[in-house]
């Protein structure tokens, strides 16, 4: 275990490698085991694989150290949507982005449709319109930047004025991580992320996860985690602590690539508009050919595979407006490009080469 008192000064880098270890000692190994069991022995603090398990525990250590809070791993991210819009009693009002990742939108949708909540979805650059929408709200959802839009919300002053209007602010920092953005020092109750996407960032697991500083928020959803039953697999939990070790890595060869590539889409004739925030690895194009020219370029290329999901170590791209549920806002030839960390000059290349086709 690092000298406590040292690890607070700790630069993320190092937090990402050293957090959620066991302590240093002869013969412990250098990295949490992947614990199996459904059951412990009886009368300690765990009892039963549903409230607990130490790989869990190690993941959530690591996280919880990186966002500055107390963490819970969930099944996935929409999992963790779940439990948090749970927080909210019945017929309470939920504000959240109408660009929100399109999972997000759908909960909130299927719960107003039922009847168990109102939803106020607001454009999230507009922060007096998301103020006036706070009003008498329970719960503000943000997202920041917007999945696949690619909006920022100003989540200092939207904090303060949800909190006026005595509010939850929760922020789903899936896009940002840790390491660009920390919520809870910007005001917000609850992060909450896809663990799935850069934090385990290899594309084969599904966690999701939250983040709280507050206590009694903390025990109120560990108390719907015990009892709805969306827990991480063990497995899932151990790869996505693995991926986690290289966040910062990943993250800044992503983004210098991103940044890299967003450039010289942005002097390409078959591109109408860029999207790019300024940091991360996550850049959305619009095709000046349409959506048949956007169809055509996620079949063109070689290195970039056709895929949704984003946030892996290997560059992915898609036309949002593929999937049925993504809205008409969206613009219908819009592809999101998930960068990698592969070298820039080889994804440039390829990207080159199948914007080619679809200009001629
Ligand atoms: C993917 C994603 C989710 C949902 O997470 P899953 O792990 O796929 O359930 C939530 N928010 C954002 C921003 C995402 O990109």
């Not at 009886?42 to 993941?59: H, I, K, M, Q």
């Not at 960032?201 to 959803?221: F, I, N, P, R």
Request: hydrophobic share 40%; net charge negative.
């Amino acid at each position: 275990m690092p000298d406590p008192s040292a690890a607070e000064t700790w630069s993320p880098a190092t937090t990402a490698v050293t957090a959620g270890r066991p302590p240093h000692e002869p013969d412990r190994p250098l990295n949490h085991p992947i614990t199996m069991a459904s059951t412990y022995g009886a009368t300690g603090d765990l009892e039963y694989g549903r409230y607990g398990n130490p790989t869990w525990s190690a993941f959530e250590e690591a996280l919880g150290a990186l966002e500055g809070g107390r963490c819970l791993a969930f099944s996935s991210g929409l999992a963790t949507v779940a439990t948090v819009l749970d927080l909210v009693g019945q017929g309470a009002t939920v504000v959240a982005p109408r660009h929100a990742y399109n999972g997000t939108v759908m909960q909130v949708a299927d719960l107003e449709a039922r009847g168990r909540l109102t939803a106020r979805l607001v454009d999230v650059t507009d922060t007096e319109a998301v103020a006036k929408a706070c009003d008498d709200a329970a719960l503000v959802w943000l997202e920041s930047p917007t999945n696949p839009a690619l909006e920022l919300a100003d989540i200092q002053t939207i904090a303060r004025v949800a909190h006026d209007a005595g509010a939850y602010v929760v922020v789903d920092n899936t896009f940002a991580t840790p390491l660009r953005q920390r919520p809870l020092t910007m005001g917000a109750d609850v992060v909450v992320h896809s663990a799935t996407k850069y934090l385990a960032g290899h594309g084969d697991a599904m966690l999701g996860a939250l983040v709280t500083a507050d206590d009694q928020l903390y025990d109120v959803l560990k108390g719907r985690r015990d009892l709805v039953g969306a827990i991480p697999g063990t497995l899932e939990a151990w790869l996505a602590l693995r991926g986690l070790r290289t966040l910062h890595l990943r993250v800044e060869r992503a983004e210098s690539n991103a940044r890299d590539l967003a450039e010289r889409l942005r002097a390409h004739r078959a591109v109408s508009e860029v999207r790019y925030p300024g940091f991360g690895g996550i850049v959305s194009i619009v095709l000046d050919g349409g959506p048949d020219a956007a169809d055509r370029l996620v079949r063109s290329t070689s290195l970039w595979v056709h895929a949704t999901s984003l946030g892996g170590v290997e560059s992915t791209l898609e036309r949002r407006r593929r999937w049925k549920s993504e809205p008409a806002t969206i613009p219908d030839a819009l592809v999101r490009l998930s960068v990698g960390v592969e070298d820039v000059e080889d994804l440039w290349a390829d990207l080159e080469r199948a914007l080619e086709v679809v200009d001629t």
